[in-house]
């Protein structure tokens, strides 16, 4: 076979076999095909898709590419949660240590920031000492010791994606449903989670700009997850603003970390204890959705999952000092605030638009494997629906680079509209795909 070959096939609109998709994968994985090649393919998938067969070749392919875990020797049930990529998503690090207080088995197997949206590992990076390259050993010893392991594809656990993951990032081939259903779907099989709860995002700031786009995506990915034995739940929420108030690495740890102590922005909390909510239900731990919320809100407000995040970060080599006093967290040289043009009510944020302003303040990543600086980003001082008077500041932006601030604050500025009557409500929650 030749990598040209499948990537004219793919080109042409022909479905690849499962023996193509699965020597292309190993092909790439060993470095036989190189990355240019990769790309082009990756595109030829954005354009031509793939279907359900082919979907599901690959997510298996993916998933086969390093070691497959089997954690039911430490766990009898363990589960996980995943994002389909937002801004200001920082969900993974209150909802891991939420469920883990209620006596679930976290393994989460994450990853870093793509395009416009941040990543998990990249913000738990910002924790200095903070370890996210596990091998399979200390994977399984953090389930078992605490019950609870956030980590990348590290130790040869889904090679493939962490190639294809960081190559499409800089190619522009993201915003595919079967790479992101593949992408997501052979992280959960490879890190060996029984049950699975996916956040599937629709709006402007997420890859998927409508609810029936989202809904495939989710339909792709929970038929992957019940074919391959998983139990799988997907809520299509909503990515037309960002999720709380923080966008960027650090700034999101912090409110992350103001969550656990139980001071959450409410859409946020309302999002963790929804998803939340899915996973105490598939792993059988309560038998309503009102018992699952329940546990849940006694674990944030007894302290118990704080103390989870507290584990969590000491096992994987992060300064507990620094998360026990936020303010020693990485921060921007310069802080300046955007103020309010016209008084009136928000009735938009672009959350596009503010996730590329961090990646270009240097919270993203430009070409693959470029350093990211935590410190930088961008905290919302209102959100829609809220009322601005004239001068006051919608938004702070933190810089590290002094240049960026008229640049980046007109930006800012331009992503918020403010208008004279109050924007109509909208569901965080669309809809749940089971
Ligand atoms: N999250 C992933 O893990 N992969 C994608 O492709 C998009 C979001």
Not at 282 to 304: N, Q, V
Request: proline content about 4%; charged content about 25%; some cysteine.
């Amino acid at each position: 076979m030749r990598a040209t070959d499948l990537i004219i096939k793919k080109r042409d609109g022909l479905q690849l076999s499962g023996d193509e998709i699965t020597w292309l994968i190993e092909r790439y994985t060993a470095g036989d095909v190189p990355d240019y090649q990769m790309a082009a393919w990756a595109m030829a998938v954005l354009f031509r898709g793939m279907d359900d067969r082919e979907t599901t070749d690959l997510t298996l392919a993916m998933a086969r590419s390093g070691d497959v875990l089997d954690l039911h020797d430490v766990a009898p049930i363990t589960v996980d949660k995943h994002s389909t990529g937002g801004v200001g998503d920082k969900t993974s690090l209150v909802l891991g240590p939420l469920v883990a207080a209620v006596g679930l088995t976290v393994a989460k197997m994450s990853g870093r920031g793509l395009g416009f949206s941040g990543g998990t590992l990249d913000k738990l990076e910002s924790i200095p000492g903070f370890r996210v390259d596990l091998t399979a050993g200390e994977f399984r010893e953090a389930v078992r010791q605490i019950g609870l392991v956030i980590a990348g594809q590290s130790g040869n656990l889904a090679p493939a994606d962490k190639q294809l993951y960081g190559l499409r990032d800089v190619t522009g081939t993201v915003e595919s449903i079967p790479l992101i259903a593949a992408s997501v779907m052979c992280k959960k099989l490879a890190s060996g989670a029984d049950c699975i709860v996916l956040d599937v995002k629709a709006g402007r700031g997420a890859f998927m700009k409508t609810v029936d786009d989202a809904r495939e995506l989710a339909q792709r990915m929970v038929a992957i997850g019940q074919r391959s034995g998983r139990r799988v739940a997907a809520l299509i929420t909503s990515m037309e603003q960002p999720l709380g108030y923080a966008i960027g690495n650090a700034l999101e740890v912090k409110e992350a970390i103001a969550t656990l102590q139980g001071r959450g922005p409410q859409d946020f909390v309302q999002l963790c204890l929804a998803l939340g909510t899915q996973l105490v239900l598939l792993a059988g731990k309560a038998s309503d959705a009102a018992g699952a919320e329940r546990l849940l809100r006694d674990a944030l407000e007894s302290g118990a999952a704080w103390e989870k995040f507290r584990a969590l970060v000491a096992y994987q080599g992060g300064d507990l000092a620094i998360i026990d006093d936020p303010r020693l967290l990485p921060e921007a040289t310069t802080v300046e605030p955007v103020f309010a043009r016209d008084e009136g009510y928000v009735a938009r944020i672009d959350a596009l638009e503010l996730g590329l302003v961090t990646s270009d303040l240097g919270g993203g990543r430009q070409r693959k494997g470029d350093p990211i600086d935590p410190s930088v980003g961008v905290v919302l001082e209102r959100k829609v629906g809220d009322w601005v008077a004239q001068g006051t500041p919608l938004a702070t932006v933190h810089a590290s680079r002094a240049t960026d601030i008229e640049r980046m604050r007109a930006r800012v500025e331009g992503a918020f509209e403010v208008s004279d009557a109050p924007p109509s409500a909208s569901p965080l929650v669309y809809e749940t795909v089971q």
